[in-house]
Every structure is written in structure tokens, then in C-alpha cells.
């Protein structure tokens, strides 16, 4: 290959895939704060104001995150047209369900084992979790429109 092949390249930046794979993880990054700010909420809510164990206030609080990022990441992050909204939404919940063991372990981890509030547990779970939920929902859940689209 000589040196002027190489030169008319597109730089790796101006090239579609990486960006949309960006703009989508950044989407997907953004819609994650506001699920989590609302787990979170209903977290210190149930677990503070009405005296609800921290683990079970963690999964109803979870799932309250799980419908607002489905109903988000659809139609926000990956324009996502697709009417099969039970088997879509299933995968996605099926996902969002091993984030949520993940989430349940790390927290008890911390509370129990480190001594660490349950809120610290909570984000050190949720950053954790953040990469396997967006690769399996980008993967599995809205991956037919991306792969015809």
C-alpha cells in the first residue's frame, strides 16, 4: 500500500458507524441517568419514608427504572419502530433482570461485607452494570431495526 492510499481514508471519526455507535452509547448513557435518578427516588423513598427493607426496595424501585428506560431507549435512543412490543420489551426486561442481579449482589456486597451505605452500593452497582445492559439492549433488544436501518 503506498503512502497516498493512505491518505485518502476517511478519518476514523468521519466514518458512520463509530458515530452512531457514540451518539446511540451516549443516548443510551443519558437515558440511563434519568432511570436510575428515578430508582434511585423510589429507592430512598420506599427504603427512608416507609421503612421498606433496602433489597426490596431496590428491585420495585429497579423495575420502576426498567419501564421508564425501556419506554426511553425505544423511542429516544434507538428510534426504534418495531409493534412487537411484548417479545421486545421481554428481552429487554430479561436483560435488565440480570442487571438487576447484578445490581442486587453488588449492593448487598457493599452494605454487608464493606459497610458501605446502601446508596453508595447502589451507584458503585449501577456504573458497574451500565456496559453489559447497553451492549445485550443494543445487541438483542433493538438490534433488527439498527441491522435493516
Not at 493512505?6 to 471519526?13: A, D, F
Not at 445490581?103 to 446508596?119: G, M
Request: hydrophobic share 50%; charged share 10%.
Amino acid at each position: 500500500m503506498k503512502m497516498s492510499d493512505l491518505s485518502h481514508r476517511e478519518p476514523l471519526g468521519n466514518l458512520p458507524g463509530p458515530r452512531i455507535h457514540c451518539e446511540t452509547m451516549v443516548g443510551f448513557f443519558l437515558v440511563g441517568i434519568i432511570a436510575s435518578a428515578l430508582d434511585i427516588s423510589v429507592l430512598v423513598m420506599l427504603s427512608s419514608w416507609f421503612g421498606v427493607g433496602y433489597l426490596a426496595a431496590a428491585v420495585v424501585s429497579y423495575c420502576c427504572g426498567i419501564m421508564a428506560s425501556y419506554l426511553l431507549n425505544k423511542s429516544i435512543t434507538f428510534h426504534n419502530t418495531d409493534r412487537h412490543f411484548v417479545s421486545q420489551f421481554s428481552t429487554f426486561a430479561a436483560i435488565s433482570v440480570s442487571c438487576l442481579l447484578v445490581n442486587l449482589s453488588i449492593i448487598w456486597l457493599a452494605v454487608e461485607l464493606f459497610s458501605l451505605n446502601f446508596l453508595t452500593g447502589k451507584i458503585i452497582a449501577t456504573l458497574v452494570a451500565f456496559f453489559w445492559n447497553y451492549h445485550g439492549q443494543k445487541r438483542y433488544t433493538f438490534q433488527r431495526q439498527e441491522m435493516s436501518g
